[in-house]
């Protein structure tokens, strides 16, 4: 895999019989009880998302199994589940590498994103119960601290947060499995993009309050207008911020 090599760790335990250099075994990163697989791609995943592998990077399954120190098998798991996540692309059986997003395509899944949790907090602002708007407005208003001291962790963890409760509470299990499945990983990848735009941090903790305001008051429709322009406003600030394509931007304003 071309690209940043990962920061050194504590190696993990390394059969005798694996021919792996000394540097490769301080390079590898130990895992927990989970599947291998499952491991091996979040922390590829977070490499991605945090710019170490940057777009467009080869990926090895060779290399991979090297630095965690596990055979082919699981990184193969590994790759398909980023595969499915979005976040490679290409086959398995040829040559994968980091994704590349295309202004179109970050169009395209804030257009679905913004409609989707719309719907999700429309439905909350019917159904929902009280102590879950509570959290609704808790993390809105952590976001707004957080971006009040650029604080990008306690930001993403309000963010988080936020979202969770929402899709678990909607009171739609199918709506709740789409927008659970819908790149999360993908997404998280682009939304880290998305707080470095300058003022971003603040509008989109105002944007989730008065979102977490208006399904607090029982406002299907104020709760659907304004969560939907929160997905709608990151996406048309990392498109605009990044390549300048205002008319393409414009698309997600589409009624």
Do not use: W
Request: aromatic share 4%; glycine share 8%; hydrophobic share 40%.
């Amino acid at each position: 895999m071309t690209g940043p090599s990962p920061s050194p760790t504590e190696p993990s335990k390394v059969p005798s019989g694996d021919r792996i250099d000394r540097k490769m075994r301080l390079m590898t990163t130990p895992l927990d009880a989970r599947s291998l697989g499952e491991q091996i791609a979040e922390h590829v995943a977070r490499d991605i998302i945090d710019g170490r592998i940057p777009e467009g990077t080869r990926v090895s399954e060779v290399e991979l199994a090297a630095r965690f120190g596990t055979s082919r098998s699981p990184v193969r798991d590994a790759v398909r589940i980023l595969g499915l996540e979005n976040l490679l692309d290409g086959s398995p059986r040829r040559q994968m590498t980091v994704v590349t997003f295309d202004n179109r395509s970050v169009a395209n899944l804030y257009l679905v994103r913004s409609r989707l949790y719309g719907l999700a907090a429309s439905l909350h602002a019917t159904i929902g119960a009280r102590s879950d708007q509570d959290v609704l407005i808790e993390a809105s208003n952590d976001m707004i601290r957080a971006s009040e001291t650029t604080d990008q962790e306690l930001f993403a963890d309000a963010n988080l947060r936020f979202h969770e409760v929402l899709f678990a509470t909607c009171g739609n299990p199918l709506l709740e499995r789409t927008l659970n499945g819908l790149g999360g990983l993908t997404t998280a990848y682009l939304q880290t993009r998305v707080r470095a735009v300058p003022g971003r941090l603040r509008d989109a903790g105002l944007g989730h309050l008065e979102a977490a305001e208006a399904i607090r008051d029982r406002d299907a429709f104020r709760a659907q207008q304004a969560m939907q322009g929160v997905i709608v406003g990151a996406g048309r600030s990392l498109i605009v911020h990044e390549s300048g394509d205002a008319e393409l931007a414009a698309l997600l304003d589409i009624p």
